[in-house]
């Protein structure tokens, strides 16, 4: 079984609020691009695919049911809606990626001569071809990662892995980008165990990952971000695998925070590190990782444990969501839904 983290079904979008898991399973109503943004900014859905998919359906909600007296109207607000929900979150370049596309889109509509219903229909039909290609791509990346991991074991052994942060069926339209390349070797029989960092401070690895593995019995286990050297000298791990938010020309990759220091000691022991990243994550326009725009996120997510403050009063914070991981550092490679590239300054040998 795989968590469907968002339902579209009779033009309607329904979300599982990712705030309340895993205590609780609840769907909530996304009825207009601002429910869209408010839930993609709160992070009731998060995850680079989910949130352009979201966004997208929310717009094709909200077009589905309003009334336009012309083609104009209809191209000019689908446009302005666009540019509205890439907003709501600056690292991922998902959303970005799926408004430029879906602008060309519509403006050639209104080129063809289109009529305003024949506009609205086309751009909720562009919508929910995002959500259906997006399980597609991730079991192609689920495959590709697969054969690529296996490639650094020798002698037909399981692989051990570590996986940071929640990429799998709550982050994406179902499967998975790492976590689906998790999915795919214990469909092979080739899972050994996978590690999942707790990923503070928003904690998507020990409410999230951790609930997928336990929902879909996967053998898993949780670890303190802090444990990650630990783990890696101690308990033979052959990859660690992670998502991304937005992977630069050169193939810097921006990720969860955290990602660069387990990419760091992952070298340090010889241990590959993968990124798993449709090509809709992949930013030609920046040459490198020092462009992508790193969102900060609110103190409070450092400073209060579940709406209770634990740190000392009048410390001051610094809370990144993401941080960026050198290409050289991603010595197994970046694994799309086409390939895996291995960047040329990255080598994979001990410190
Ligand atoms: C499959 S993309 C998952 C991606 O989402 C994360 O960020 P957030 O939970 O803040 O949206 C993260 O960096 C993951 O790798």
């Known amino acids: 079984m795989t968590l469907e983290a968002i339902k579209w079904g009779g033009r309607k979008l329904t979300i599982l609020d990712q705030l309340l898991l895993p205590l609780k399973e609840e769907y909530i109503d996304v009825t207009s691009v601002e429910d869209g943004w408010v839930a993609i900014n709160k992070m009731q859905v998060r995850g680079a695919p989910a949130i352009a998919i979201v966004g997208c359906l929310s717009l094709a909600t909200e077009l589905a049911h309003g009334r336009y ?19 709501a979150r600056p690292t991922a370049v998902n ?9 060309s889109f519509t ?6 001569g289109k ?11 562009w919508c929910e071809k995002l959500l259906e290609d997006d399980v597609t791509t991730n079991v192609k990346i689920g495959k590709l990662g697969a054969a690529a991991v296996l490639n650094h074991i020798a002698g037909g052994r399981k692989a051990r892995l570590l996986t940071h942060c929640n990429t799998g069926s709550l982050a994406t339209a179902g499967y998975g980008t790492a976590l689906g390349v998790v999915r795919a070797l214990q469909e092979a029989g080739r899972l050994e165990h996978v590690y999942c960092t707790e990923t503070r401070p928003y904690n998507q690895g020990s409410r999230l990952t951790a609930f997928e593995l336990v929902a879909e019995g996967l053998p898993g286990t949780l670890i303190c971000d802090s444990a990650a050297a630990a783990l890696m000298k101690e308990k033979g791990i052959d990859a660690v695998i992670v998502g991304v938010d937005r992977v630069a020309g050169n193939w810097d990759t921006a990720n969860k925070i955290g990602t660069y220091q ?3 000691v ?15 994550s992949i930013d030609q326009t920046l040459s490198g990782g020092a462009d992508i725009p790193i969102e900060e996120r609110s103190h409070k997510e450092i400073t209060d444990v579940a709406g209770t403050r634990i740190a000392a009063p009048g410390i001051a914070c610094w809370n990144p969501g993401f941080d960026i991981t050198p290409a050289d550092l991603i010595t197994g490679g970046v694994v799309t839904e086409t390939e895996v590239i291995v960047p040329p300054s990255a080598t994979l040998s001990k410190a």
């Open 262 to 264: 387990l990419a760091v």
């Open 69 to 87: 007296s012309n083609a104009s109207e209809v191209v000019s607000l689908v446009l302005q809606k666009l540019k509205y929900l890439v907003t």
């Open 107 to 112: 403006k050639n509509l209104k080129n063809e």
């Open 115 to 125: 009529s305003a219903e024949e506009i609205v229909e086309e751009v909720i039909g």
């Open 266 to 280: 992952a070298k340090h022991h010889g241990i590959p590190f993968f990124v798993c990243s449709p090509t809709t």
């Open 95 to 103: 959303m970005e990626t799926a408004a430029k596309k879906l602008t």
